[in-house]
């Protein structure tokens, strides 16, 4: 049996990547939503950072739920 090592570097890439985008999205909507509760404690308009927040929140988890689909062969 031999390993092609070159796909496995190939895999190996492809998932830090995707795993340190997934991540960034993340946190980028948590920070939105967090200056968004601030701007509410200070009496402005917040509702584009909410909707910006949750947008990437719910990016990020269409993008678990594609890995996943993409994992598990019994969606195939």
């Known amino acids: 049996m031999t390993i092609d090592w070159i796909s496995l570097a190939k895999v190996a890439i492809v998932t830090v990547i995707v795993a340190v985008a997934i991540v960034a999205i993340v946190s980028?909507?948590?920070h939105a939503l967090d200056?968004?509760?601030?701007?509410?404690?200070?009496g402005d308009g917040a509702a584009s950072m909410v909707m910006i927040g949750?947008?990437?929140?719910?990016?990020?988890?269409?993008?678990v739920l594609y890995g996943l689909y993409l994992l598990i062969p019994y969606f195939h």
């Open 28 to 30: 980028g909507g948590a």
């Open 35 to 42: 200056k968004a509760h601030a701007r509410q404690a200070a």
């Open 54 to 63: 949750w947008s990437a929140i719910g990016l990020a988890g269409l993008a």
